[in-house]
């Protein structure tokens, strides 16, 4: 969830102010990693669904804050935009039983999201770019009514100097247009899945990753188009990446959405100086916390998205924690293929994270980098680079490396097998019929000549059935 501000303009001496205040915590953070201070609790894990609120014309229905006072449930709450709203999962330990917990809670949930939107003639859709969205749709009108959006807007369009945000996109087809403010941003969902560990894994765990950033999206693209335009199997990527971008395209240090610049070496404290170093702060709103709480130093975290991004929180007796935020992820197909994508990635994670030998030894960073675009890109059909500069498509990779890792990790974990069976095995045969949701959405769109509205239609009929991506017919 967002961190709310209270205000939406900031004068010179906020800017000094909170930069003084950003500093100082960012040295009290060295310190108290040095001193090993940070939780040693791990492995928890926790997720947040994006998702879109739709009427049934199959276009964006901009009614999230009704939505969100008639089902009052405080787990879920706005998002960027009016037809936009996230779902955040309780945290729970990572070991026997917590994959059919998960599932339990986030299906009683989408339930009741579910009940109290058709209770308002709307409909929830779960999936990475909603192909009936138009350009008129992202607009600020439709800008859900919370302060943080509206300065972080106000920021983004100021440092540009007025010039508006260039969206020039290169997949099947070509898209190159351009924006006047944020709400491009809008247009894609994710679902990001948190894991916390022990002070002491934390840079294993970061490093882990990254490398498992490519494989993991290989496998779970949902997002091909954007303004009836076929772009990439995860258009989201290259969408967010521009839709909030703030400085000169060649300048790839300061992207405010990135990969990320190199693997963790020493702390993830790492992570946390070079935001201060190349990110100027957007919203510079004063609290007025203890330094300990590294208010400053969170909120200025959360307007960087890095897609593995580092995050600091507290366990329920104070101690801070670090986690990690996986970010890659797209929303849908179904709850059952977000489960099974979330299932892959805890058991690679610790896998590699396990490992004597320190695979970010054995992979460069620009590998895991060239990884995970070429998979945003082309999906399972990706040339991926393995241990010791092996390169192999993504679909062998996953049957002859990557599934039995992870299968490996989750016993690691102690996971209960028959979740680690039925997950598992929904990727798998997902990866042996190559049917992705991005896959899908373009397969029935060509065999049927169909228009966006026609694919919503089936689309959200398929979602509704519950059924794995894998089993849906064309």
């Known amino acids: 969830m967002g961190q709310e501000i209270n205000q939406t303009q900031f004068n010179e001496q906020a800017f000094k102010e909170y930069n003084r205040r950003l500093l100082n915590e960012a040295e009290l953070l060295q310190t108290q990693l040095t001193k090993r201070c940070f939780s040693d609790i791990g492995e928890i894990c926790g997720y947040e669904l994006e998702f879109w609120l739709i009427d049934h014309n199959y276009f964006p229905s901009p009614i999230n804050q009704a939505f969100l006072t008639r089902l009052n449930n405080p787990l879920v709450v706005p998002e960027l935009s009016c037809f936009n709203a996230e779902l955040n999962g309780v945290p ?31 409909v929830l859709m779960m999936i990475g770019i909603l192909p009936t969205v138009r ?23 100021t440092q540009r100097v007025g010039r508006p945000l260039r969206i020039r996109i290169q997949g099947r087809e070509n898209l190159d247009i351009n924006h006047p403010d944020v709400m491009m941003e809008a247009a894609a969902t994710s679902f990001q899945i948190h894991l916390q560990s022990a002070q002491r894994d934390a840079v294993r765990y970061f490093n882990a990753s990254i490398i498992a950033a490519g494989p993991l999206l290989a496998a779970a693209g949902n997002s091909p188009f954007l303004f009836d335009t076929d772009l990439w199997d995860e258009t989201r990527v290259p969408l967010f990446e521009q839709s909030v971008e703030i400085v000169d395209e060649a300048n790839l240090e ?24 190349t990110h100027p702060v957007l919203l510079p709103m004063l609290m007025d916390t203890s330094p300990q709480q590294f208010e400053h130093l969170r909120l200025h975290n959360g307007t960087i998205w890095r897609w593995i991004r580092p995050l600091i929180g507290f366990d329920h007796d104070g101690t801070p924690h670090l986690r990690i935020e996986q970010r ?20 690679l994670v610790r896998f590699l994270a396990g490992l004597d030998d320190a695979p970010e030894s054995r992979l460069s960073f620009d590998q895991a980098r ?105």
């Open 370 to 474: 060239n990884n995970f675009y070429a998979a945003a890109r082309e999906g399972l059909r990706a040339q991926m680079v393995w241990w010791n500069d092996s390169v192999t498509d993504a679909k062998t990779l996953f049957m002859e490396e990557i599934l039995p890792m992870a299968r490996q990790g989750l016993k690691d974990l102690k996971i209960d097998k028959a979740d680690i069976d039925h997950y598992l095995g929904v990727i798998e045969m997902r990866v042996q019929s190559g049917q992705t949701g991005a896959v899908w959405q373009r397969a029935y769109r060509e065999k049927h000549q169909a228009d966006n509205l026609q694919l919503v239609a089936a689309y959200l009929e398929k979602q509704r059935s519950g059924a794995p991506v894998y089993e849906w017919e064309i």
């Open 135 to 157: 350009q008129k749709d992202l607009c600020l009108s439709n800008m859900s009514d919370l302060k943080r959006y509206r300065a972080l807007n106000e920021q983004v369009v």
């Open 328 to 347: 890659v992820l797209p929303s849908g197909p179904t709850i059952v293929d977000m489960m099974a994508n979330a299932t892959l990635y805890f058991g």
């Open 92 to 122: 729970l330990p990572l070991r026997g039983d917590v994959l059919t917990a998960i599932s339990k809670e986030l299906s009683q949930n989408w339930l009741q999201c579910q009940e109290a939107a058709h209770g308002m003639d709307s």
């Open 254 to 277: 300061n992207h405010r959405v990135s990969f990320g610049q190199g693997y963790a070496r020493e702390s993830l404290f790492e992570c946390f100086a070079h935001n201060i170093a």
